[in-house]
């Protein structure tokens, strides 16, 4: 099962990423896919906006792991720059641990994610509009998008 959303501007896009942020619980993960500029780090900013976080989030890129505090810790990852999809950075002390991680190009780390996750692709719609696709894998993300889509 999978479940979409059109936002027509980056606004909606962040108002639908707070919405989600309301329901997230320590340990949860999402991957985030799409081509350069599709919004990955624009949603990730909605996350970090709805946990509280105050500090600017900004595309991850060369650190590859940033972490911020917020009612929830978040760790921003970004594996775009990652030579060897192999390399073992401690994601799963991430993934196990009490905050929420964001994975932008996470299908790069395909081997190091964990089987349950939130898959959400970005993808370029009409005039500035994205369709976003979440395809959630596991109860807990299943149930997850049936509480944020009703
Ligand atoms: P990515 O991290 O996927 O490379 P960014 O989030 O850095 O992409 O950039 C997305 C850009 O697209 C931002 O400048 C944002 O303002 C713009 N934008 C325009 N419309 C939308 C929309 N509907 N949703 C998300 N971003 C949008
Ligand atoms: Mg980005």
């Known amino acids: ?39 990955k780090t624009a949603f990730t900013k909605g996350i970090a906006k709805g946990l509280g976080i105050t500090r600017n989030v900004n595309s ?18 970004d594996v775009y720059r990652m030579e060897d999809e192999e390399e073992d950075l401690g994601f799963d002390e991430y993934f ?7 994975v932008e190009w996470a299908h790069l780390i395909e081997n190091q994610l964990p089987v349950e996750i939130l898959h959400i692709h970005i993808y370029h719609h009409e005039n500035n509009s994205r369709r976003l696709v979440f395809s959630p894998a596991g109860k807990r993300y299943e149930d997850l998008c049936k509480e944020i889509f009703k």
């Open 1 to 39: 099962m999978t479940y979409e959303i059109i936002t027509k501007n980056v606004e909606e896009t962040t108002a639908f990423a707070v919405h989600l942020s309301g329901h997230l619980m320590p340990g949860d993960v999402i991957a985030l896919e799409g081509d350069l500029g599709a919004g």
């Open 96 to 102: 196990m641990g009490e905050g929420v991680s964001i």
């Open 60 to 77: 991850p890129t060369f650190t590859i792991i940033k972490e911020y505090k917020g009612r929830l810790p978040l760790y921003h990852m």
